[in-house]
């Protein structure tokens, strides 16, 4: 009797977590024929931000010694995370960016530090950016071969507007501006790209400029950039607004400023909402909440399709959750499952350029901000950089909408790079990957899914199953710096292209699929 009862206490057990755990069949489809987008070659950027150490939110203050004028720029943690990227792209700006002042020619009198004072622009005074501390930066820069775009100081020369606290009128002086560019090009520092001002469009953060005035000062910027650097081979780009969608500024700067002169328009995404919200972490899980900042992405897209076709729609700065970010949440594996689709999200969109805030700095860095060790969402960028190429292919399946997938062809191989996204905590997904081959719509002819060798899998989760760890594991193993502070290697596992890639709970896995028959890559 006691051998008999054991026996049911085992099958309830089995029964029990048969029903918590289950597994699905899902037949991916990847069209093949055609891309729907096309990223830049270095989709993945980072930023770096002017906050001094008192920043502060919600009684803590994350950025630590991370802004630029006080980051540890020797360090070798962050030069190797830099180095890594074999271009990484970065973003030097951000909220204080228009209360900088450079310290060369003689259009500036006092420079000042940065000081916390109630009543300035973000509770900062205006601060001073010396020309050494550019050196330095710029030696790292040139030692990682990292891409720089620079966010220059939209709000000098203007005023006021009685009566409304967030209007400013008047042209931009861009004498400074000038000065500082006339000095980075006589020090043959590269610069990919100039961006004027930060979140000043639309109803603005903290100040706000018309958008007909706006575009008439980035016309003003591109005479600069032409200038300062004759050579079109070497001539950066010019990036603008640095804000957040809205659908008539945007449409009016792009006709305003007119054919060939903005590069890029970019524009900001905090779509999880305040780092304190306690239901972050739901949101970061939740693909119905995802989704709706789709029509952003969709919106930005069609204002340069009608308005600015020479030009592409970049995501200048993203940290998910504005105010530094969820110190629970947003250095932690989970905030990947946000910080991944919006990387997929934003690149059907044709989106070129996802900045993410920040490299280091807040609860939102790629590096911790004391340690600099990476956190989970640091390996994923460096694997999306590394795996997922340019031209993006249209992908769908039926079933859980918790499954997340994103195909492009891949970047250095023949065949394509699938990214799977499992936001499900007891489901795992059994994905069998499906080539459809037809350019109409009906007598589908579905294609050969690749060659019958072996796919490389790069499967993510977090350590011990915590998805709030700051700890990532792949392939089972974690990711941890060499002896030598060094990124560690990152190499798949190779598993039978006949089987389906096994995608367990709250897990990323991307696989590359050599072989695949996908006539978009070939352009």
Not at 37 to 53: E, V
Not at 227 to 250: H, I, N
Request: with cysteine; net charge negative; aromatic share 10%.
């Amino acid at each position: 009797m006691a051998q008999i009862g054991l026996r049911i206490i085992i099958f309830c057990v089995l029964l029990l977590s048969s029903c918590l755990a289950s597994a699905d069949d899902v037949k991916l489809n990847v069209e093949a024929v055609t891309s729907i987008g096309k990223t830049d070659d270095n989709f993945i950027c980072a930023t770096l931000d002017w906050w001094p150490s008192n920043k502060c939110d919600y009684d803590q203050c994350p950025w630590g010694q991370a802004g630029l004028l006080n980051l540890d720029l020797d360090n070798q943690i962050l030069a190797n995370a830099i180095r890594a990227f074999n271009p990484l792209r970065l973003r030097l700006g951000g909220s204080l960016q228009d209360q900088v002042l450079y310290k060369v020619g003689d259009s500036i009198k006092k420079c000042p530090h940065f000081k916390k004072r109630d009543g300035e622009l973000f509770g900062f005074t205006k601060g001073c950016f010396h020309m050494d501390r550019w050196d330095q930066l710029n030696k790292l820069f040139n030692d990682t071969g990292a891409k720089i775009t620079f966010g220059l100081n939209a709000l000098i020369g203007r005023k006021k507007v009685e009566g409304d606290d967030m209007l400013m009128m008047g042209d931009w002086n861009s004498k400074n501006a000038h000065d500082f560019m006339k000095y980075t090009a006589s020090k043959g520092y590269k610069i990919d790209s100039y961006e004027l001002g930060n979140e000043l469009c639309g109803s603005g953060v903290s100040k706000r400029i018309e958008a007909e005035q706006y575009g008439k000062d980035v016309i003003e910027l591109k005479r600069l950039v032409q200038d300062v650097y004759p050579d079109p081979s070497t001539q950066p780009k010019v990036l603008g607004p640095a804000g957040f969608y809205d659908k008539q500024w945007f449409n009016t700067f792009l006709q305003t400023t007119g054919p060939n002169v903005v590069d890029g328009l970019t524009h900001h995404i905090y779509n999880l909402g305040a780092g304190v919200d306690s239901t972050l972490i739901n949101k970061v899980q939740d693909p119905y909440f995802l989704d709706q900042i789709t029509q952003t992405y969709e919106d930005a897209s069609t204002s340069v399709n009608l308005f600015g076709p020479w030009s592409g729609a970049w995501v200048g700065e993203a940290g998910g959750a504005y105010n530094s970010g969820g110190k629970d949440v947003s250095h932690t594996f989970v905030n990947g499952f946000w910080f991944l689709d919006q990387l997929g999200m934003t690149s059907t969109f044709n989106h070129k350029v996802y900045c993410r805030q920040s490299l280091i700095g807040g609860n939102y860095g790629l590096l911790n901000t004391t340690t600099f060790i990476p956190n989970p969402d640091y390996y994923g960028a460096l694997l999306w950089h590394r795996l997922m190429g340019r031209n993006v292919l249209a992908t769908s399946h039926n079933s859980s909408p918790y499954l997340r997938a994103y195909t492009h062809c891949s970047k250095n191989s023949a065949g394509i790079t699938v990214m799977l996204i499992n936001m499900s905590n007891s489901t795992t997904f059994e994905v069998s990957v499906t080539n459809d081959m037809n350019l109409h719509p009906t007598g589908r002819k579905l294609a050969d899914n690749g060659d019958n060798t072996q796919r490389e899998e790069y499967h993510l989760t977090p350590q011990d199953g915590n998805i709030q760890s700051d700890v990532l594991l792949l392939n089972g193993t974690p990711l941890k710096l060499t002896e030598s502070a060094d990124i560690p290697d990152m190499n798949p596992q190779l598993v039978d292209n006949s089987l389906p890639i096994s995608v367990a709970p709250d897990s990323i896995v991307f696989a590359t699929i050599k072989g695949f028959k996908a006539p978009a890559c070939s352009s």
